[in-house]
């Protein structure tokens, strides 16, 4: 959480004692003057900064008012009274910001911030759909853009995907755009999925009274899709006592061969309230370090060649930049806004 001495030495003592094992000195000192400075400018602009469990130690761990997963992070800026929201993160999580507080100036502090999922579907896709499976409910993930989100009935978040769902009781529902998500909440709620994008012969179907009861699409995410069964049969080899944990964008069999799955909020809930003495993290690098640094006695395996190449753009320099030059404003037409925000209150108001 936010480090507010109010001295850049100060600052730096504080980061050493946390941080020192995953950040060099010399790196520190600077972070901790980047700190200082991104502070006072905070307070000058009377901005929030939301942080992604996925920001980098140095980040994570300073200059964030809250940090979280998107449905916290979503939640925080739907209630905050400043005038600027720094969201440190990636785009579509800036968007849904805007979607929730469209009075507030929101900055995002790269000028891309993308996202591999995000970027597998567009609005037409899900016309299309909704054209070839006519009153079949759409629930997009929110790791998608706001004129995707504007062509949904509900939105959702790894941390209450399956409630959501689970919401439409035995109805027949669309789940976009990620394949391995939808894969496994059909595998937690028993229902029989199907992939038109996958297989042709599957466009021919028409939603009405057929045996399947999901319909997805081949999204993927370009750094859960990493990790495979092998990962966690060798370090299981290596480490037998190791409590493995996997966010649900990953490969159903991943999920299978691992304790738990769930959100990143999910993820460093459960380090926190499980005794075990190792973790074997199959999510992006940077938490790894994130929950380690704030569990000291807890030692957190991962594979760390695994970054998210979008998340990783974020920087102090960049957040601090973003407070000095008011950039880059994200911004989301009104009409996009108003529909997508109907999606997003209905996922607000089921979990
Ligand atoms: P969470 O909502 O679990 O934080 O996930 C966001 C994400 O992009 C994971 O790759
Ligand atoms: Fe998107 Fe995957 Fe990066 Fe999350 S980790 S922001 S899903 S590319």
């Known amino acids: ?125 899900v016309r299309k759909l909704r054209e070839q499976y006519p009153g079949v409910p759409v629930v997009t993930y929110v790791n998608t853009y706001a004129d995707v989100k504007a062509e949904s009935d509900v939105c959702c978040t790894s941390g209450n995907a399956v409630e959501v769902v689970e919401s439409f009781k035995d109805q027949t529902i669309i789940f976009l755009p990620d394949e391995f998500m939808a894969k496994n909440i059909a595998l937690e709620t028993g229902k029989h999925i199907i992939f038109p994008t996958n297989n042709p012969a599957n466009l021919k179907k028409s939603g009405n009274g057929l045996d399947y009861r999901m319909i997805g699409w081949n999204g993927k995410c370009e750094v859960h899709e990493q990790f495979t069964v092998e990962d966690i049969v060798n370090v299981r080899k290596q480490f037998p006592d190791v409590v493995v944990l996997a966010h649900l964008e990953c490969k159903p069999e991943v999920i299978n061969a691992s304790d738990y799955s769930g959100s990143t909020s999910g993820m460093i809930r459960y380090v926190e309230e499980t005794k075990a003495p190792r973790y074997l993290l199959l999510t992006e690098c940077s938490m790894g370090d994130n929950i380690a640094a704030a569990n000291p006695k807890k030692e957190m395996l991962r594979l760390c060649s695994i970054r998210c190449p979008h998340m990783n753009e974020i920087t102090l320099e960049q957040t601090r930049d973003a407070l000095k030059l008011n950039r880059y404003v994200i911004d989301v037409p009104e009409d996009i806004r108003n529909r997508a925000r109907a999606a997003v209150d209905r996922m607000i108001a089921i979990g």
């Open 1 to 125: 959480m936010t480090v507010t001495a109010d001295s850049v030495e100060k600052i730096y003592e504080i980061m050493v004692e946390k941080l020192s094992k995953f950040v060099p000195k010399v790196e520190l000192r600077y972070k901790a003057e980047l700190t200082f400075e991104i502070n006072q400018l905070k307070k000058e602009k009377n901005a929030v900064i939301l942080g992604h469990n996925y920001m980098e130690p140095a980040l994570f761990h300073t200059v964030p008012d809250f940090t979280g997963d998107s449905l916290g992070l979503a939640r925080e800026a739907a209630k905050t009274d400043k005038d600027i929201i720094v969201f440190c993160g990636v785009r579509f999580m800036a968007e849904t910001a805007k979607i929730l507080s469209p009075e507030k100036t929101v900055l995002l502090p790269s000028p891309k911030g993308g996202c591999s999922l995000a970027e597998s579907i567009t609005a037409e896709d």
